[in-house]
């Protein structure tokens, strides 16, 4: 063929993008899933469940507010992990700032505490118990032994109903119904049974999120409140063909843990924290958000995990060496990150 003819068939060819550096703590953690289930020694074809177009607005995004208010605020680290909410399947992970300056994954291998994100638990295992969102309960001054928990501006608004205590992520509250769902091993059991794996301590203070859990399984968790009840186990594959044939993977499938009705009135009432509670800055135009943020003592650590067009995006930020930030809540940075990355999703994506 001629040069010209060369020239204008190479024109015409197209490869699917590379993925950019940081999808790099996607790649390691999906290669640990491959190496479970493929056979010694066997060439294998993997397909995975990332969105190249997803990874990439993550990527930006965590960029974006680290290099801007994030500096500023003292906050030099974020993970972020995306996931459909109805199978587990993770869509992008962030594990940091920058994969090609640290490989440490601060979504999957990273246990921080998470505060206040960690509510929901105990506000299911109410529900579990008979408590509904309309319940009258008392914000107000509680002892427990030597433990005196207080609210975050250390005021109380008396009488409110459940659903208002978790909008307003009420400290009091959330002791109260953990009392009433039965204590802390009840509510372990109930995290559990959502898929936190992480150790969870049988002490009270459990309902103010004092245990340390992962990125990735809080926010698979927060899956089942948006998926009609429904426990996922976080899964980075599709497929595996190992020498022409196809791979067991043997992931389990959702399972109901919680009845449609109970997972109903948790997605309502994570629905109003959105709406008219801490944190509105989440909020997406013409889009269903709900949520729920965190953030831990002296600033070291803010959550927020929230669902928006049938996917859970988790959010943390903090530092490694748990400096404190500069009064940085899950309801300033985080939801804002939240924010700009769902606002930048395809719809429906």
């Known amino acids: 063929i001629t040069a010209a003819q060369a020239q204008a068939a190479g024109a015409q060819i197209a490869f699917p993008p590379r993925p950019s550096p940081a999808s790099g703590w996607f790649a390691d953690w999906a290669a640990e899933q491959v ?25 930006a995004k965590v960029a974006a507010i680290l290099d801007g208010p994030g ?11 995306v996931l459909d909410a109805a199978t587990g399947r993770v869509r992008a992970m962030a594990g940091g700032r920058d994969y090609r300056t640290s490989s440490y994954n601060r979504a999957v291998v990273a246990r921080r505490q998470p505060g206040s994100a960690f509510k929901p638990f105990v506000w299911l295992a109410a529900l579990q118990q008979g408590v509904r969102p309309d319940d009258q309960i008392l914000d107000g001054p509680i002892r427990l032994g030597n433990w005196s928990p207080a609210n975050f501006e250390h005021k109380y608004l008396g009488n409110i109903t459940v659903e208002e205590g978790l909008a307003q992520s009420v400290n009091t509250v959330a002791v ?37 859990v992962g990125l990735l399984e809080m926010t698979g968790a927060y899956a089942t409140f948006f998926n009609g009840g429904y426990q996922v186990t976080p899964s980075g594959l599709e497929s595996v063909r190992a020498d022409g044939r196809d791979v067991p993977l ?30 509105q800055a989440a ?13 831990t003592k002296d600033y070291r650590d803010a959550w927020f995990i ?17 400096t404190p930030m500069h009064e ?8 804002r990150l939240f924010h700009d990355i769902a606002a930048a999703l395809p719809a429906g994506g």
């Open 35 to 59: 190496q479970a289930v493929l056979p010694d020694g066997a060439d294998a074809t993997v397909r995975t469940t990332l969105d190249l177009p997803t990874q990439a607005i993550v990527e």
């Open 71 to 81: 500096k500023a605020a003292g906050a030099s680290q974020a993970a972020v992990v």
């Open 176 to 212: 109260r119904l953990l009392i009433a769902a039965g204590g802390p091993a009840a509510v372990a059991a109930e995290a559990h049974l959502l898929g936190i794996a992480s150790p969870l301590g049988r002490n009270d203070s459990l309902a103010l999120g004092t245990a340390d």
């Open 250 to 279: 043997n992931q389990k499938p959702p399972q109901r843990v919680v009845n449609r009705a109970l997972s109903g009135m948790m997605a309502r009432m994570l629905t109003a924290v959105v709406r008219r509670g801490t944190v």
């Open 283 to 295: 909020g997406v135009p013409g889009h269903l958000v709900a949520g729920k943020t965190g953030t």
């Open 306 to 322: 929230g669902f928006i067009g049938g996917r859970i995006i988790g959010v943390w930020m903090g530092n490694d060496d748990s």
């Open 328 to 335: 940085v809540t899950g309801g300033s940075l985080p939801a």
